[in-house]
Every structure is written in structure tokens, then in C-alpha cells.
């Protein structure tokens, strides 16, 4: 406390205030005393520990001395590491030098070497080793021959390139005079060291040549045997020498493609070239392909355009020739490309490509290329002519005569239209092939399908129009309620029916008359065989169901030639559009299958319609209540209607397709069942006549159950019907209805009240 | 199955170099080839494009115009349910050719081919037949007129889709009626749309 304060707390002025303050003061007097005997107790623990400090403090000093002289040692060993390595180096330098100052004094020496060697060689003729020499020369190092001058000396290349060229020159010349002796071995020998010499391409050049020679003698050769033969030909007229043209033609390719096979043998250093020497054989081919089609146009296809009268028998020995012809220059374009692929085999991707392009490019540009187009353009003129001609001619030949009873148009026609096909698949073109199929699909559609549907729609037309306007008229009579001038005009339209041709049909279905037990009493007359069916008659029926058959079968026919022909070109396609090409063109022929079908139907509504006033007529004789013939048996009543239908059926299977026999059935079948309703709708019945009435439809639905399954459904129906008519009572109706209603409830009901 | 109602025949026809070709590249690929060589035999490529919601296909065949090619050219015609006959507005003889088109049309085409006379390469500077002369042409024969540019594909698409719809609405009125006892062949190709059996899909 300090004096100031003291002053202020205690009165000092008072005794008492004095005595106070002296108190404090010795208080704080031994206050003091006794932390300065504490802080004097510390001193000498502090000194201890000075006195070691100091201790440290020098030993530190000799530790620090002893480190900087470590480091100094490290410092000192990396610089002698760096030196050690770099010295390293440097006698790695010095050593590849070396080396290199070895492998250039070899080269030098052999270049020595090499330049006296081939001297030498040539000397001696010695060919083979003088170009190992140069192949060795040109393995060197371009840098030692550079850096062998570069030092002053005299070139050393100049010798060795001398000494090369003149091997080259001798070889050239070894070579040419090999070939002018047609020496073979030599030849092949000699070629085969361009590639060593660095000269690949003059070899391949020379060896071309040396084959373009070859193969100029032997088209030459080829030209005149078809050129001799040619003027035989246009003395004697076509025939006897079958095919001298492609025959002369495949000799000019074998030639062709046998040198081609011989400049493929290249050696491998030298392979992918190929192509270089096709580019100087081909114009030689392509000569030759020219005067053989030029001499074969003047014999035969000129005199074929002229002589078109001659007709198609003369065109066909001339477009078999066209087909070989031009499926032989196919083939040998595919030979090219074959044998360049193989020659390019050991190639790089880029150099197959390269190889593969080339080839491409010399079959497009060359004229053997054209000589085909031109030739193809010919054979397809010809083709369609010949197409035309055929199938007009099988068309005349077919044309129904008074009194023909079959037709084999179809089966012509097709066998035409395949052998075409055929022929144009056999070029080897699918522009050709396509063409060819949309020729044959045109004409189809348009000749034969169309005369067929003629022939049908002559005899059948108008019976389609008469039983329309029967129908109509019928429809006419019968709205007014009365059934006798339905039967009339019914009976009316019966007779003008069997006035015309078609009608004929008819006579098939008609059971014999006495076996008809219970005739429609209105209807019988016009149902008797009528007078005029004579045997001119039965053929126009016979002919028209060959027809229909025959209509039938062109669609078969002309589905089954697009399947085919896509099968047999789908060989020739390269690439999917060739491929998608062909199918569009074959699907053409689909079209000619369907005007076949449409003829087909057009057949199949006229039978119907001539089948139906005889049915109507049974219909009739079905659903009829009145007059109940009691002495007739119930069984030979019911089943007069199937025993007839059995007539019909019988015919129908035996002279129709199953299908379209099945189809007469099935229309035959549903006219007479919607009939024999509307009939049973008009009529009013006792209980005996629906018994009899319901007897015959079971019967009808039995027999369609059996032999027309198709209608069995629409028989069962009336069958039903049948049924509800035959009722004791109206409650058990359903009993009728079972199985399964297929009548409507409406119609059910208005039945059920008769 | 593709997903389409009606399938179309359109041949393209007309001298050689007038760009048939480049007219079918610039409509299918929507490109304008550079180089283009001249076609060997026929060609053929598709699109399919839209009609009223509808999907039709249109099967584009691209001929030589080379004379050698024609006899396989001329087979096309039949089967074609529309003719495109191109000449080029900068060359005279292309123009002077079209009669000769025309008598090759009548007599391989059917009577009913949907016609089209297309004059292209309007982009070029030196046009030797003037519109109004094709136009006139056109008319006389009973065509369709349209003039174009492959380089600039000027009314390209407006060619094709116009035969596309102008196809469909004759193939709707043909739907209906299929035997029409009167009139010659039946269900054969004179009806020339929606009556063959790859027509009509649906
Ligand atoms: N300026 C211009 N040039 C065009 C046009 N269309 C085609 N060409 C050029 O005309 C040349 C022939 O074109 P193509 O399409 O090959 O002719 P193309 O009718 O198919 O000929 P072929 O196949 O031989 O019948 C090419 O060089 C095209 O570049 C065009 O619209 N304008
Ligand atoms: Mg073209």
C-alpha cells in the first residue's frame, strides 16, 4: 500500500490513526520479507540451471562444426556422381559412333564391293548376283553414302548407280530378247529380279508387254475362227452353229484372263500390281470382244432385226448365244477382281483398297464394259421381241375354236415367260435380270390374264348381267306378294339363261328329272333339260372350266416365277441395293398374279351366277308346304336336294381346283340357305309340312357338313329355322335354338308364329 | 413390316448430264453430289414421306439417259405410276429431245402415268430455254410443269411431294370401285394406283 494511500485510509493526524497505519505497515513489512526470502530460495536452483545451459550451449557448437562437415562430403559426392555420369555418356555417344563409323565403312566397302560385283556380274551374265549386289546397295544407309562424300571423297555412289543402270539396261534387253524368243524360263527369271533392282513396275511393264503380245496372237487367233465362221453362218442361215460367237468371245476372255493369271505371279516384294498390268492387257481384250460382237451383229443380230418375220424360233438360238455371251464377260470381270484381291492379299488395308479401287476402275472404263452394255441392250430388245412373239402366238393358239374343249394357255405362257426369265437371270446382269422380269411381269398382266378374263366374261358376262336383271326382276315380282309371278319372270330369266353359252354350266348341277320327287309345281318346266344342249354346248362348258382353271393357276403360276427368279439372281447381286432392286422388279410379277386372280373371281361369279336359278329353284322346292306329295317317300323327298348337290359336288371336285370347287360349294350353298329363309318367311306351314320342310334342311345342313364345310355354318342356320317351323309348341322354341341361336330372335319369332 | 399406306413407282427419264440424278440425290439425301458420273443401267432409292398424316412411300427410279441403256430403261415405264421427263433450261437439245421422250412414254407407259416435265438447273446463268416455252410444251402434251434447281434445291421437295399427293388422290378415288365391267381390263395395271397387290397396304 502506498504511502498516499495509507494517508487517506488512516486519520494520521490521531495517535490511534498512527498506531493503525504503522500496523499495516509492519504487516506488509512482513509481507515483504517473506517473498524476498522465496525469491532468494530460487536463486541458486536458477544458477544450477544456468550453469548446465552454458554447459549445452558448447556442445552444440562442436555438433554444428561436425554437420558442415558432413555436408561438405555430401556436396563433394554428388558432383562426382554428375561427373561419373556424364562421362558415362559421352563413351555412349562414342560408342554408337563407332559404331556407325563401322557399319558405313562396311557399307563403303561393299559399295566397293557391290560396284566391282556388278561389273562383274554382267560379265559374266551372271544377272542373279549382280542384283542381289543392287539390293544390297539399296538397303544402305542413304547417310553413310552422304557422309562418305561428304568428307571429299568422290562419290561413292555414282559407280554403284552407274553399275545398276547398266545392269538394268542388260536385264531390259535379256528381257526383250527372251520374249522375242518366247523363251519362257528366261522370261520368268529375269522378271523376277526388277523387284530386287528396284524396278518392280518395268518389270511388270516388260512382262505385260511381253503378254500383250501373247495375247494379241491369240485373240487374233480367236477373231478369225468366229470371223470364218461368222460368214459361214450368214451364208447358211442361223442354226446349225449353235453359239460360234460366244464361243469365240470366251476364247478372247480365256486369253485375257490367262495372261492376267501369268502377271499375277509377281513376286512378293512387288505384289499389288496387278492392276498396272490389266491396264495394259485389257485394250487387247476389249479388241478383240469388238470385232467378235461387231461380226456377230453383222451375222445375226441385224439380220434378226430385220428378219423379225422369221419369228421367235429363229430368235432364240440367237438370244441363248447373247445370254452366254454376256455371262461370260461377267465371269471374267469376276476373275479380274478376284486375282487382284488375292495379288493385293499381303497388302496394307490401304493398299488392298488401293488395288481394289483400281481394278473397279479399269473394268468401268473399259470398252469390254461398254461392248457388254451394247450387247445387253440387244439381247433385251430381242428378248422382249421374242417374249411378244411367244406368247401372241400361244395366245392365237389358244384362242377358243368351236368345239376345243381344253387350253394349256397358261401352262405356255409360263413356260415362256420361265424360260426367259431364265435366260435374262443367266447374263449375269442384274439390270438385265430385272428387266427382263418386268418385261415378262408387263406382258403377263397384259396378254394372257387379259384374254383369259375375256374368254370368262364372253361367256360369262352376260350371264352375270341376265342373272342381275333376273335378280332385280325377281325382286320386282316378288315384292308385290305374289309368288307365281316371281316364278314367271323366274322361269323367264331360266330360259334366256340357257340361251347363252355359259349357261351350259348349269347342266351340271341339274339332277336327272325323275329324280326329282317333289318339283316346285311352277318351276318344272324350266327346269327340264332343255332340248338344245347339244355337244357344242358340253365343250363351251368344258372349255370355260379349263379356263377358270387355268386363270387360277396363272397367279400361282406368276408367284411362284417372282420366288423363283429372286432365288436364282440373287447370286448376281452386289450390294443390297442390287438386292432390293430385284425384289421390286420381281414383285412385279405380282401384278400379273393378281389380274390372273381378278380373272379367276370375275370365272367364279359367273359359275354362280349361273348356278343360281337352279338353286333358287330347290330353294323354292325346300321351303314349299303345299302340295305334299303323301305317296312319295319321306326319305326320297329329303333327299333329293344333297343327292343333287352330290351331282354338283362330284363335278365340281372333278373338274375344278379343291379350293375354287370348295368356293362353287360354298356360294352354291349360301344362295340357296338365304333363299330357302326368305322362302320359308313367305310361306305359312301346317305341323306335317314344317315336319317335311324341317326334314329336308337337316338333311341339307347334314350333306353341307360333310361335303362343304365352308357352309356348313349358313345350312345350320336354316336348319333352325327349319326346326322352328316343325314345333308342337311355341315354348319349345329354345329346344330348336340348341346348341347355340344363330338366328336372330326377331327372325326366330316371325318363324316360329308360321 | 414398314409402317406405310401407299407405295408409288416415280421413274425419272430425260437425256443424259440434265441431272436426274442429282434431282434424286438432292430430294433423298438432301445433298448435291459433287462429280456425279452417269448412271450405268437404273438406280433406285427410296423415301418415305407424309401425306395428310399419311405414310407413302415413294420408290424413285433414276435411269441413263444414255441411249444404250434405253431397252433396259423402257422396261421401267410400265410399272411407273409417275413420269418425270427432265430436260435442262441451259441446253437446247435436251429440249429439242422431248418429243422423242414423249413418243417412248406413249408407247412403253401406261395411258394413265401421272407426267411431269421438269426443266432443271435454273441456277445457271445461261438459260437458253425460257419458262414460258417449256410451260407452253407442257400444256400442249397434257404434263405437269415444274422448273428446279438440284445445286440450289429449288422446288425439289415441292416436285416430289406435289406427285406424292396428286398419286394419293387418285389411289382414294380408285379405292372404291374395284371391278368396273365396262372399262377393259380389270384390277391390271391401267388402274395405275393402289391396284397392285404391294399397293395397297394397310
Ligand atoms: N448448275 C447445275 N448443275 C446441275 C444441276 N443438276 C445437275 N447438275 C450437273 O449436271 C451434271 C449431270 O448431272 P446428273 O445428275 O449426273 O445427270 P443425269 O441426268 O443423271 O445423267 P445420266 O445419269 O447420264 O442420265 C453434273 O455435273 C451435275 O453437277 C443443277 O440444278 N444446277
Ligand atoms: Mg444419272
Redesign the interface.
Known amino acids: 500500500m502506498s504511502l498516499t494511500l495509507l494517508l487517506e485510509k488512516y486519520d494520521v493526524s490521531t495517535e490511534e490513526g498512527l498506531q493503525k497505519a504503522l500496523l499495516e505497515i509492519e504487516k506488509e513489512e512482513v509481507e515483504v520479507d517473506e517473498a524476498l526470502a522465496g525469491v532468494l530460495s530460487r536463486a541458486c536452483t536458477l544458477e544450477g540451471r544456468l550453469r548446465t545451459a552454458s554447459q549445452a550451449y558448447t556442445k552444440l557448437g562442436e555438433v554444428k562444426t561436425d554437420a558442415q562437415v558432413a555436408a561438405d562430403m555430401v556436396d563433394r559426392t554428388a558432383e562426382l556422381a554428375r561427373d561419373v555420369s556424364a562421362k558415362v555418356r559421352q563413351l555412349d555417344l562414342a560408342r554408337s559412333r563407332v559404331a556407325e563409323c563401322q557399319r558405313r565403312v562396311h557399307d563403303l566397302i561393299d559399295l566397293q564391293l557391290c560396284s566391282a560385283g556388278v561389273e562383274a556380274a554382267i560379265k559374266a551374265h551372271d544377272y542373279e548376283t549382280g542384283a542381289a549386289h543392287v539390293a544390297r546397295y539399296l538397303s544402305m544407309e542413304p547417310g553413310s553414302l552422304q557422309a562418305a562424300r561428304a568428307r571429299g571423297a568422290p562419290d561413292p555412289r555414282h559407280t554403284m548407280e552407274r553399275a545398276a543402270a547398266t545392269l538394268g539396261e542388260h536385264l531390259v534387253r535379256k528381257f526383250e530378247e527372251a520374249a522375242k524368243k518366247e523363251d519362257e524360263a528366261a522370261v520368268e527369271r529375269l522378271f523376277r529380279l526388277f523387284p530386287q533392282i528396284g524396278r518392280a513396275d518395268d518389270g511388270v511393264d516388260l512382262l505385260a508387254k511381253y503378254l500383250l503380245t501373247q495375247v494379241e496372237g491369240a485373240v487374233r487367233r480367236a477373231c478369225v475362227v468366229a470371223g470364218g465362221a461368222g460368214a459361214g453362218a450368214a451364208g447358211a442361215g442361223a442354226g446349225a452353229e449353235a453359239a460360234v460367237f460366244a464361243d469365240a468371245l470366251t476364247r478372247v476372255l480365256e486369253a485375257g484372263a490367262a495372261a492376267a493369271e501369268r502377271a499375277r505371279r509377281v513376286p512378293p516384294p512387288a505384289a499389288g500390281r496387278l492392276p498396272r498390268a490389266l491396264r495394259l492387257l485389257q485394250p487387247a481384250v476389249c479388241a478383240g470382244a469388238r470385232r467378235v460382237f461387231a461380226a456377230q451383229r453383222a451375222a445375226r443380230l441385224d439380220n434378226a432385226a430385220n428378219a423379225t418375220g422369221a419369228g421367235a424360233l429363229a430368235a432364240e438360238p440367237v438370244l441363248a448365244e447373247l445370254a452366254l455371251s454376256l455371262s461370260r464377260v461377267r465371269l471374267y470381270f469376276d476373275f479380274l477382281r478376284r486375282k487382284t484381291e488375292a495379288d493385293a492379299s499381303t497388302l496394307d488395308e490401304a493398299g488392298k483398297q488401293a488395288s481394289a479401287e483400281a481394278i473397279e476402275k479399269i473394268i468401268a472404263e473399259c470398252e469390254l464394259t461398254?461392248i457388254a452394255?451394247?450387247m445387253?441392250?440387244h439381247y433385251?430388245?430381242l428378248e422382249?421381241y421374242f417374249l411378244e412373239e411367244s406368247v401372241s402366238k400361244a395366245l392365237k393358239m389358244a384362242t377358243p375354236q368351236a368345239g376345243s374343249t381344253t387350253s394349256s394357255l397358261v401352262d405356255d405362257v409360263f413356260f415362256i415367260a420361265r424360260k426367259v426369265i431364265r435366260r435374262g437371270v443367266s447374263t449375269g446382269s442384274v439390270?438385265?435380270a430385272?428387266?427382263?422380269l418386268?418385261?415378262a411381269?408387263?406382258l403377263l398382266?397384259?396378254l394372257p390374264?387379259?384374254a383369259l378374263?375375256r374368254w370368262l366374261r364372253a361367256s360369262v358376262?352376260s350371264v352375270c348381267e341376265c342373272a342381275a336383271c333376273s335378280v332385280s326382276v325377281c325382286r320386282r315380282g316378288v315384292s308385290p306378294g305374289s309368288v307365281d309371278a316371281a316364278c314367271a319372270v323366274l322361269n323367264e330369266a331360266g330360259a334366256l339363261l340357257e340361251r347363252l353359252p355359259a349357261a351350259a354350266l348349269r347342266r351340271w348341277l341339274r339332277a336327272p328329272p325323275d329324280a326329282l320327287p317333289l318339283p316346285p309345281p311352277a318351276a318344272a318346266p324350266a327346269l327340264a333339260p332343255a332340248p338344245r344342249l347339244t355337244k357344242e354346248l358340253d365343250a363351251q362348258r368344258a372349255l370355260f372350266l379349263a379356263h377358270l382353271n387355268e386363270a387360277e393357276a396363272g397367279g400361282e403360276w406368276a408367284e411362284r416365277l417372282a420366288s423363283e427368279a429372286v432365288a436364282e439372281a440373287g447370286a448376281l447381286c452386289r450390294g443390297e441395293?442390287d438386292a432390293?432392286?430385284l425384289a421390286?422388279c420381281a414383285?412385279?410379277l405380282?401384278?400379273a398374279?393378281?389380274?390372273f386372280?381378278?380373272a379367276h373371281d370375275?370365272g367364279l361369279a359367273g359359275l354362280r351366277a349361273a348356278l343360281r336359278p337352279r338353286l333358287l329353284a330347290w330353294a323354292d322346292a325346300l321351303a314349299d308346304p303345299g302340295d305334299l306329295a303323301e305317296d312319295i317317300e319321306e326319305d326320297t323327298d329329303a333327299d333329293a336336294l344333297p343327292a343333287a348337290l352330290d351331282v354338283l359336288a362330284e363335278s365340281a371336285r372333278a373338274q375344278l381346283s379343291p379350293q375354287t370347287a370348295d368356293a362353287v360349294l360354298l356360294g352354291a350353298l349360301s344362295d340357296l340357305a338365304a333363299r330357302a329363309e326368305r322362302r320359308l318367311l313367305h310361306h305359312t306351314y301346317s305341323r306335317e309340312a314344317g315336319l317335311v320342310v324341317e326334314r329336308r334342311a337337316r338333311r341339307l345342313a347334314g350333306w353341307a357338313g360333310g361335303a362343304a364345310p365352308a357352309a356348313r355354318e349358313r345350312c345350320a342356320r336354316l336348319a333352325q329355322a327349319a326346326a322352328l317351323l316343325a314345333l308342337e309348341r311355341l315354348q319349345h322354341a329354345h329346344h330348336a335354338l340348341q346348341p347355340a341361336a344363330r338366328l336372330a330372335p326377331a327372325d326366330a319369332r316371325i318363324l316360329a308364329r308360321r | 413390316m414398314e409402317d406405310y399406306k401407299f407405295l408409288f413407282k416415280v421413274v425419272l427419264v430425260g437425256n443424259a448430264g440434265v441431272g436426274k440424278t442429282c434431282l434424286v440425290r438432292r430430294f433423298t439425301q438432301g445433298l448435291f453430289p459433287p462429280g456425279q458420273g452417269a448412271t450405268i443401267g437404273v438406280d433406285f432409292m427410296i423415301k418415305t414421306v407424309e401425306v395428310d398424316g399419311e405414310k407413302v412411300k415413294l420408290q424413285i427410279w433414276d435411269t441413263a439417259g444414255q441411249e444404250r441403256f434405253r431397252s433396259i430403261t423402257q422396261s421401267y415405264y410400265r410399272s411407273a405410276h409417275a413420269l418425270i421427263l427432265v430436260y435442262d433450261i441451259s441446253c437446247q437439245p435436251t429440249f429439242d429431245c422431248l418429243p422423242d421422250w414423249l413418243r417412248e412414254i406413249e408407247e412403253y407407259a401406261n395411258n394413265k402415268v401421272l407426267r411431269i416435265l421438269v426443266g432443271n438447273k435454273t441456277d445457271r446463268e445461261d438459260r437458253e430455254i425460257p419458262r414460258h416455252i417449256g410451260e407452253d410444251f407442257a400444256q400442249r402434251h397434257g404434263m405437269y410443269f415444274l422448273e428446279t434447281s438440284a445445286k440450289e434445291a429449288e422446288n425439289v421437295e415441292r416436285l416430289f411431294m406435289e406427285i406424292a399427293v396428286e398419286l394419293m388422290e387418285q389411289a382414294k378415288c380408285k379405292e372404291l370401285p374395284k371391278y368396273d365391267g365396262s372399262l377393259g381390263p380389270i384390277n391390271g395395271k391401267t388402274t395405275s394406283v393402289g391396284d397392285t397387290s404391294c399397293c395397297l397396304r394397310s
Open positions: 461398254r452394255q451394247d445387253l441392250a433385251l430388245q422382249r439390270d438385265g430385272c428387266a427382263v418386268n418385261e411381269g408387263a398382266e397384259r390374264a387379259a378374263r358376262c441395293r432390293a432392286k421390286s414383285a412385279g405380282g401384278a398374279a393378281a389380274a386372280r381378278a370375275l
